[in-house]
DNA sequence: ATGCACTGTTCATGCCATGCACAATAACTC
DNA sequence: GAGTTATTGTGCATGGCATGAACAGTGCAT
């Protein structure tokens, strides 16, 4: 107990510590606060969903709670804490992972982690230098347990985590930028058209031949719907795994 | 030749245009300018560069070019329009890839993509909503070229450089959030170590210890120079495709 | 020569994150 | 019970941002 007996939590990443909860409300002494974080996060997740994470400003969700702005910093020490503690509520549960499959395992954990991003694309802008908090941490932890059976060391393990990650994450944007169906018919019907047309144009132009023909390719036309490049990725990733799993040399360290 | 003769070109999203190069500025009347856009983005890479892209404001990107705000506005219609523009340029030339060895190009394309990104890392947080530009579709061109000796149709060629595009982004943005050797030593000698053994007891006393054990490994420890999963996960990839090309039933579709 | 189109500046608006001082409040101390 | 003290919510204030509108100068086209 020196002189910095508390600075173990005042270093940490901004989030951090209200993220995993060790802050002691217990015996305060002034005028009661009368909101809550929770109620707070709440809100900005609500205003986020209504409208992307940039209708999560600190003016936009203080007018939801019915508080002032300034009012807020009472309960978050910045914006960037408070979007730390939306994105891990916008999480949720980890999903229940079969333990004796891990390639049935492996299908699933993306398959759910796209679906989050989808219902609530704004994650994709939440910055990636967020720390670990609790619900990405339940996450990553379920995979890793689900993916034990491989025989993998830890650190392959963590990596093949990563790559699932990663390609569940990128499918979301992919979608998420690609055109909805109802967006297809309607407001716009020949401006998608025409936007090809220039680029088919200006790409040929280049002699970027390859380019101009793979957009002619029904995958690049067809709508969010139709979209099978997850699966055919995964199926990669996954044969990739396997084939090193099984076949694999005795793992090295 | 009707009504809408060059709406053409005013429907497209913003920059597409102006980064093809298809601005007539030929024949113009009025006062010279006494700048260029390409000045102006060069002004707002080196602005990107030396501190991140939120210092590429157009407050700061005028005040290097010597100009008022407002004035860049006359060259670049938006902010949006400027940050497709300085992110075109920032890819660069794509690189020259063997013809006759899709491995061998699958191996070297990430690879370069990911010094791009290490290079100039707030390339990773241009919004992904950017349309197709030339530097981009350069890149796209070379590696779908490079593939085609795998006799893939061209949706799953396709597919598969989303998997290469995937991981390099996805390593690229780890190593940036991962500590570099000189932040280890230099300025928090031990703070790092605090905030680890934080969430270590966060992570145990909530039954995470898969993820705990995982932060253990060398890899978690490690700083940027000695991440191997680009290569790990790389070689998955790479497996997963070669065993679908060879082994692989005849192509659906 | 004159008009018109184009540039760059000035002025202005409405967002945003955040700091500081202050009044109201409620526990703790005596 | 009275005073001290910590804490909340508010009001005021600052500096930054993107962007719009009006205006004066400028140089080609007629």
Redesign the pocket.
């Known amino acids: 107990m020196g002189i910095d007996d508390h600075s173990e939590l005042d270093a940490l990443p901004p989030g951090l510590a209200s993220a995993w909860d060790v802050v002691d409300?217990?015996?305060?002494?002034?005028?009661?606060?009368?909101?809550s974080v929770d109620e707070i996060v709440a809100a900005a997740t609500a205003l986020a969903d209504r409208d992307g994470i940039?209708?999560?400003?600190?003016?936009?969700?203080?007018a939801r709670v019915?508080?002032?702005?300034?009012?807020?910093?009472?309960?978050?020490?910045?914006?960037?804490?408070?979007i730390v503690l939306v994105a891990d509520r916008a999480w949720g549960a980890a999903p229940t992972l079969p333990l004796d499959d891990w390639r049935g395992a492996a299908t699933l954990w993306p398959h759910r982690l796209r679906d989050r991003f989808l219902a609530r694309p704004w994650l994709l802008d939440v910055p990636t230098t967020v720390p670990l908090t609790p619900h990405t941490a339940a996450w990553l932890d379920a995979l890793i347990v689900a993916l034990a059976p491989t025989g993998l060391p830890a650190r392959q393990v963590l990596y093949s985590a990563y790559l699932l990650d990663s390609h569940a994450r990128y499918d979301a944007n992919l979608r998420r930028n690609a055109p909805t169906p109802s967006a297809l018919s309607a407001a716009h019907p020949d401006r998608r058209r025409r936007v090809r047309g220039f680029l088919d144009t200006q790409l040929r132009a280049r002699s970027l031949d390859a380019v101009a023909d793979v957009m002619q390719d029904p995958s690049f036309v067809a709508d969010a719907t139709t979209n099978d490049g997850f699966e055919f990725g995964l199926a990669r990733i996954l044969d990739g795994i396997e084939a090193h799993v099984s076949g694999g040399s005795p793992p090295a360290r």
Chains 1, 2 share one sequence.
């Open positions: 409300t217990s015996t305060r002494r002034g005028r009661k606060p009368a909101h940039a209708a999560a400003s600190l003016p936009k969700v203080a019915g508080v002032t702005t300034n009012a807020l910093y009472r309960y978050v020490s910045s914006k960037e804490e408070l």
